[in-house]
């Protein structure tokens, strides 16, 4: 999928930019010229020059310096809502589609419930009674951003419950936790990858405009969404401040955006229909490997007595008839 997906233009120049801000996010507090806290008052509002290339802040603070130490503050926390997202939306989604009617009725009703709630209201809520931090307010949006996950993953895995393939390997006895981790996770991957990337996009959007705010980051500890914000009382004086970080902010949320764009259509997730020739492949593929490794509730009488596979016989004798009607 990797070698598929940078195939795409938008794709190379999306993980060009990603990397650029995750080294930034990693070496940015060593890279920056001058101490991003420190405060001169004589230098204040002063435009890009050799000593500040980016000018200062309206309390003669270096905004190269900020912007480079507020990355790490600012992706980490974008990162931290999109793992919390795709753990309590996909694995949940992911069992949904195996583990009966119930959990599925259950799960759906409680995704239902939290879609109500409304993000960025519930995220403040959440810093003003955990304490004016990103950390809470990060936990509340993944918390928030999980029906995404889990709608996406429950649709993709339910495409797979009645497969051939997963049919024949619980034939041979596989277990439902063996049938979902062999033989269908490594397909809904890339439907996880697209809404992971998305889902990052959007953390960081409401990261920055959390922080423009002034919530969830104690002053004077730099961020985009702060930096973005401090000068704005200023633009008469200094008109170019808002610029470089708005741009930064949109060039990442739109390289993530690309990124699932590419995944997307280098996986062909979009298509709900598999091909004949495809599902056949696997249910071979799945038939190969439960009779090397079969689960452990199979059956050993009917191992040893149906080391043909009547499952893929069958498909073999469907197809068969097919093509003769095809001929006649």
């Not at 309206?58 to 809502?81: K, P």
């Not at 599925?104 to 409680?110: H, L």
């Not at 955006?257 to 091909?275: E, M, W």
Request: with cysteine; hydrophobic share 55%.
């Amino acid at each position: 999928m990797l070698k598929k997906t940078l195939r795409f233009r938008s794709a190379q120049i999306s993980v060009a930019i990603l990397l650029a801000v995750l080294l930034l996010a990693i070496f940015g507090s060593a890279l920056a010229p001058q101490d991003p806290l420190h405060q001169s008052v004589k230098d204040f509002l002063q435009g890009p020059s050799s000593r500040h290339w980016l000018g200062t802040d309206y309390l003669g603070r270096d905004v190269l310096s900020r912007l480079l130490a507020g990355t790490r503050t600012s992706v980490t926390t974008a990162a931290e809502a999109t793992l919390v997202g795709l753990v309590f939306g996909a694995i949940p989604g992911l069992l949904s589609a195996f583990l009966g009617t119930w959990f599925d009725f259950i799960a759906n009703r409680i995704t239902d419930a939290i879609m109500t709630l409304p993000t960025i209201v519930f995220a403040i809520g959440c810093t003003a009674v955990l304490g004016n931090s990103l950390t809470p307010a990060m936990l509340a949006i993944g918390f928030l951003s999980s029906p995404l996950f889990f709608r996406v993953t429950r649709a993709a895995a339910l495409e797979f419950v009645r497969a051939q393939y997963v049919e024949s390997a619980e034939l041979f006895g596989a277990s439902r936790f063996r049938i979902v981790r062999v033989h269908v996770l490594n397909k809904v991957i890339p439907t996880i990858a697209v809404a992971a990337a998305m889902s990052a996009s959007a953390a960081l959007l409401i990261v920055s405009s959390l922080t423009f705010l002034g919530i969830g980051v104690v002053p004077p500890a730099p961020t985009w969404g702060g930096v973005l914000a401090s000068d704005l009382s200023y633009l008469n004086q200094a008109p170019w401040a808002p610029i470089v970080p708005a741009v930064l902010i949109m060039l990442t949320a739109g390289a993530l955006n690309a990124l699932a764009d590419a995944i997307r259509d280098a996986s062909g997730v979009h298509v709900s229909l598999l091909s004949a020739a495809s599902s056949k492949a696997a249910t071979e593929e799945a038939a190969a490997t439960e009779l090397t490794q079969p689960g452990d509730d199979a059956d050993p009488a009917f191992l040893g007595a149906n080391s043909a596979n009547p499952v893929i016989d069958k498909i073999d004798e469907e197809a068969a008839d097919v093509n003769r009607h095809s001929a006649a």
